[in-house]
Structures are given as C-alpha cells and as structure tokens.
Nanobody
Framework: QVQLVESGGGLVQAGGPLRPSCAAS????????MGWFRQAPGKERELVAA????????YYADSVKGRFPISRDNAKNTVYLQMISLKPEDTAVYYC???????????????WGQGTQVTVSS
C-alpha cells in the first residue's frame, strides 16, 4: 500500500522559512517524479514544484521560482520543499504527490498525501 505522509507545515511570519517534507512508502521511490501542490481556500489546487526521480530535473510555478527549491533523498524515500521568503499569499494546504511523469494537472498524479497546512502571517 502506497503512503505519502507530509510533515513540517505550520504558522510562520512573512519572510520566514519552512521546510515541509514528504515521506513515501510502498513504492519504488526513485522511479517516481514527486510534486508539491497547494490549495488555498476558494482556489483550485495548483502545482508548486516537481522533481524527477533521479533529482536531475526540477519544475517550478512562476510564483515560487527562486523561493521554494525542491529536493529529494532517495535513500530516505523523502522529498523536501525548502520554503523561503514566505508571503501571506503562500498560505494553503500543501500536498505531495507521486507519478511516473511530469504534469501540471493534479488529475494525472496517482498517489497523494493527506496535506500539511502552511499559514503565513503578515
């Protein structure tokens, strides 16, 4: 059974950092592209960042480019989102997801975590 478990969200002041992580089990982690999505109240879920199985390729939404580097440790079956220079508009539930190939569409991803809340105060 595949499980993706996020942790590391929380409440932070604008400008501060957070580093959510997502631990995977039940799948051959290195074979999967991992993505981080977010969903703010009243908005659709959107892709924030993604990283290929070998970590060689990364993808970012324009809104977070340069602020949210994504990384992974295949030995630990874990993907990270290093969030810096956080803004109130980054407030959302952040989800990790796994799939074989890259897509911006959440419907294309096979596996999902339960989400972790990130709240940025001004």
């Amino acid at each position: 059974q595949v499980q993706l478990v996020e942790s590391g969200g929380g409440l932070v002041q604008a400008g501060g950092p957070l580093r959510p992580s997502c631990a995977a089990s039940g799948l051959t982690f290195r074979n999967y592209l991992m993505g981080w999505f977010r969903q703010a109240p009243g908005k659709e879920r959107e892709l924030v960042a993604a990283i290929s199985g070998d970590g060689a390729r990364t993808y970012y939404a324009d809104s977070v480019k340069g602020r949210f580097p994504i990384s992974r440790d295949n030995a630990k079956n874990t993907v990270y989102l290093q969030m810096i220079s956080l803004k109130p508009e980054d407030t959302a539930v952040y989800y990790c997801a796994a799939d074989f190939t890259y897509s911006e569409r959440d419907s294309e991803y096979d596996y999902w975590g339960q989400g972790t809340q990130v709240t940025v105060s001004s």
